[in-house]
């Protein structure tokens, strides 16, 4: 998509999320949104795109590092290292008594925790569909490194989400009770103003709130500019609010195959995910903005499976291969398209989706 504005010339799709801590994408550690990306959030939703070449520079890089078998088997000890600390610091946080920590304790707490989820993204963030498509288009010759990664991908995910439990839900939560703010208030710090809270100094109130209506953070090479307001609208208008129309939908082959029948469409954002889950029907076309293990039950029924993000790596992939569903994957817009009830032909064969009716 080309949108020319003072700070890109071209952005493409990379992601969309549940809200995300701004001080956690505002860390100068933090390298998954460091350089080339853009953040959108709003309505609880963070929208992710790379900027202009970024995305070559980035395949590039990860084409080089795991072609070296010595970096590609020390990438796998790093990850089997992450996944054991996150066990260990799991298990010491479900003794500790965090009522008890003083100030200064809960602060080093909080930071130690960032700083690892910090080198636990990194680390993650090597398997981004993105940083991978180079190795994608030789995937004959990667066959058994793609395999190895995906697993890699989607373990990392699941034990992910423990650390920020303990995050949010047990030291920021303690954080916010002492400091007398909401926890989801603490999500619109960056990181120097979350650093500052911990020496007293609140940030205003009104600024929150403005920040909780929708901000833009723009990752450029040496500088994050974070946008709210008036630019912050018209960016959103731009790319988000801008419908695209189409009679088909094309992406990357996941999992060969053919299927037809009616569309459900599952958002992550949406409360009652577990019974829209529930609720799907064997023999309909899920599409998703990427399937995660609380759509695994939906993955079962489905006669394909469609999605917005990912690469040979995602979880859609798995999972569709393991269920041998037909699946594709990086549409990139499937989910602003389709609507439940809509009727399409999947021919996962050539990553082509035709649209027979509209609801």
């Known amino acids: 998509m080309d949108i020319k504005t003072k700070y890109f010339k071209k952005i493409d799709f990379w992601a969309r999320e549940l809200r995300l801590p701004l001080f956690w994408l505002t860390d100068s550690k933090h390298n998954i949104v460091k350089e080339g990306a853009l953040v959108l959030y709003k309505n609880n939703i963070i929208h992710v795109y790379h900027l202009d070449d970024i995305e ?18 020390s990438y796998k000890k790093r990850v089997d290292e992450i996944r054991d600390s996150i066990k260990q610091i799991v298990n010491a946080h479900a003794r500790l008594k965090v009522h008890k920590l003083t100030d200064k304790e ?13 080198d636990y993204s990194n680390t993650y963030s090597k398997t981004e569909p993105i ?6 288009a030789e995937e004959e010759r990667f066959k058994e ?30 954080a916010a009770k002492r400091f007398k703010l909401k926890v989801a208030d603490l ?41 709210v307001g008036t630019e912050f609208k018209d960016l959103y208008k731009k790319i988000i609010l801008t419908k ?28 009652n995910i ?28 489905a006669a394909a499976i469609i999605t ?19 699946c594709v994957i990086a549409t990139k817009i499937a989910t602003q398209i389709l609507k439940t009830g809509d009727m399409v032909e999947v021919d996962a064969d050539k990553g082509f989706i035709k649209i027979l009716k509209t609801k």
């Open 56 to 73: 070559t520079k980035l395949s590039d890089r990860e084409y080089k590092f795991f072609f070296d078998k010595l970096k590609a088997a």
């Open 106 to 118: 809960l602060e080093k707490r909080v930071f130690e925790l960032i700083s690892f989820l910090d």
């Open 131 to 136: 940083a991978l498509s180079k190795i994608e």
């Open 145 to 174: 490194l793609i395999k190895e990664l995906g697993e890699m991908r989607f373990a990392l995910r699941k034990d992910g989400e423990l650390l920020f439990y303990n995050l949010f839900g047990v030291f920021l939560k303690e």
């Open 187 to 227: 999500f619109f710090y960056t990181f120097e103003e979350l650093i500052n809270l911990f020496k007293g100094k609140k940030v205003k109130s009104d600024k929150i709130e403005r920040r909780k209506k929708g901000y833009a953070l723009v990752c450029l090479k040496n500088r994050k500019i974070l946008l």
């Open 244 to 271: 695209p129309k189409a009679d088909h939908l094309e992406g990357r082959i996941a999992m060969t195959g053919k299927a037809k029948g009616k569309v459900r469409v599952i958002l992550h954002n949406k409360r």
């Open 274 to 301: 577990i019974k829209e889950v529930e609720d799907f029907k064997k023999g309909e076309i899920l599409v998703t903005e990427m399937t995660r293990p609380d759509t695994i039950l939906a993955c079962k029924k």
């Open 308 to 326: 917005d993000e990912g690469g040979i790596t995602s979880h859609a992939a798995i999972i569709s291969r393991e269920l041998k569903i037909p």
